[in-house]
């Protein structure tokens, strides 16, 4: 089933920071994030599997929830460079993206 | 440090014609995945396989689609009988291997954007 994301279009100044939520009804095998530059194909960022995980560096990292039910990707200090469409993910074999969160980072 | 290619980059077919789009994976990937995306949406799954074999093609509409994944060449993905609505950007990723206990990283090529007129 296809996670649901949001919030569904964020506008920030640079060096402000974003959180971004995927949630599903029923818990989920992994998360993935990816970022979508317009024009461009999406790139990986990060996985996460295990219930309370938290994965990545001090400026972009992800959490997973105990349940594996949600999942959140923060962004912190933000800059230009971020601004793209942040999509979620999850697999069982067949592989359901979010509906994606736009980003756009503002001098 | 050859990443997932795919050709062509743009495709342009008249209402009724086939369209086959091409996809290589990273070196050392044994795994495709199929993606078609609407302008301004979201990526939508289509179809996962591996060598000689399809493991999920849930999203793949019945009719007038199909791919493959030969021993030797690329993965295709091969759309009959073209109607507006399949213009899209169609993206492929692969991935070194399919495990059900775990879940690998997806890289993606660079679309091709079909355009039908």
């Known amino acids: 089933q296809q996670p649901v994301q949001s919030p569904q279009a964020v506008i920030l100044r640079e060096g402000e920071d974003a959180v971004i939520n995927c949630s599903s009804s029923?818990?989920?095998?992994?998360v993935h994030w990816y970022r979508q530059k317009h024009g461009e194909a999406p790139v990986f960022l990060m996985i996460?599997?295990?219930?309370?995980e938290q994965k990545g560096h001090e400026k972009i990292s992800a959490s997973f929830n105990e349940k594996k039910q949600q999942s959140s990707l923060y962004l912190t200090a933000s800059q230009l460079s971020y601004s793209g469409t942040y999509f979620c993910?999850?697999?069982?074999?067949?592989?359901?993206f979010g509906s994606g969160t736009k980003l756009n980072v503002k001098p | 440090n050859a990443g997932v290619m795919q050709n062509p980059r743009h495709l342009v077919r008249r209402r009724g014609q086939e369209a086959r789009l091409r996809c290589s994976p990273m070196?050392?990937?044994?795994?495709v995945y199929w993606y078609r995306q609407l302008p301004e949406e979201g990526l939508k799954f289509m179809v996962y396989?591996?060598?000689?074999?399809?493991?999920?093609e849930s999203g793949m509409p019945k009719e007038r689609f199909s791919a493959e994944f030969p021993k030797e060449g690329p993965s295709i993905l091969r759309i009959q009988q073209v109607v507006r609505g399949d213009s899209a950007a169609y993206f492929c990723?692969?991935?070194?291997?399919?495990?059900?206990?775990?879940?690998?990283?997806?890289?993606f090529g660079p679309g091709t954007r079909l355009t039908v007129t």
């Open positions: 993910g999850t697999d069982l074999a067949e592989f359901y």
């Open positions: 070196k050392g990937h044994s795994h």
């Open positions: 990723a692969s991935s070194p291997y399919f495990d059900p206990t775990y879940s690998y990283e997806q890289y």
């Open positions: 396989l591996q060598k000689e074999n399809i493991i999920d």
């Open positions: 029923k818990a989920l095998y992994s």
């Open positions: 996460l599997l295990k219930g309370g």
